[in-house]
T-cell receptor, first 109, second 114 residues
Framework: QQPVQSPQAVILREGEDAVINCSSS?????VHWYRQKHGEAPVFLMI?????EQKGHEKISASFNEKKQQSSLYLTASQLSYSGTYFC??????????FGQGTELSVKP | GAGVSQSPSNKVTEKGKDVELRCDPI?????LYWYRQSLGQGLEFLIY????????KSGLPSDRFSAERTGGSVSTLTIQRTQQEDSAVYLC????????????FGPGTRLTVT
């Protein structure tokens, strides 16, 4: 039931790109992405809805393949501030959101 | 406006004692969620309230855990006879509705069971 995220961790240099993947075994209505910095609460990044609608920050891009129940978050030209743990949350029937185990991203100067 | 607030921010309790954790959601938000985050781990779903519907309790780890939401607003998570494995950060989030709206997280309550 819990979505699977990959990779578990990634280290980047400033300016490099990264892709974080999220996969579910269940049919999905929506996928959420959040970022959590150490010692802080998770912060919303993006929602991708069944049917193609997306809501989120302009500088964040993501995709949602409904047939494969997969989503990917694209981080381009990474900045030091991108460091943190990224969680995908998937919504199936019933409305509750189940989060993956997280992907730890470290951006180095 | 005010965000989601949680109290206390830190709670240290002895094994076997009961604890109550409080969440004040954003005014007007109908959906409220509780999650547990153990050190270095992900967000474990506990319980979900949506309006006046019966809560989804499927994530509660044992019958020592319970939660209620009064008047569609404030929620209290109660852990009875606490165990050391209950030590974690308990996060509350609220949302205007379900699924298609972002969740706003509170700062969490760090629970330590000694």
């Amino acid at each position: 039931q819990q979505p699977v995220q990959s990779p578990q961790a990634v280290i980047l240099r400033e300016g490099e790109d990264a892709v974080i993947n999220c996969s579910s075994s269940k049919a999905l209505y929506s996928v959420h992405w959040y970022r959590q910095k150490h010692g802080e609460a998770p912060v919303f990044l993006m929602i991708l809805l069944k049917g193609g609608e997306q809501k989120g920050h302009e500088k964040i891009s993501a995709s949602f393949n409904e047939k494969k129940q997969q989503s990917s978050l694209y981080l381009t030209a990474s900045q030091l501030s991108y460091s943190g743990t990224y969680f995908c949350g998937t919504e199936s029937l019933g409305g509750k959101l189940i989060f993956g185990q997280g992907t730890e991203l470290s951006v180095k100067p | 406006g005010a965000g989601v607030s949680q109290s206390p921010s830190n709670k240290v309790t002895e094994k076997g004692k009961d604890v109550e954790l409080r969440c004040d959601p954003i005014s007007g938000h109908t959906a409220l969620y509780w999650y547990r985050q153990s050190l270095g781990q992900g967000l474990e779903f506990l319980i979900y309230f949506q309006g006046n519907s019966a809560p989804d309790k499927s994530g509660l780890p044992s019958d020592r855990f319970s939660a209620e939401r009064t008047g569609g607003s404030v929620s209290t998570l109660t852990i009875q006879r606490t165990q050391q494995e209950d030590s974690a950060v308990y996060l509350c989030a609220s949302s205007p509705w379900t699924g298609t709206y972002e969740q706003y997280f509170g700062p969490g309550t760090r629970l330590t069971v000694t």
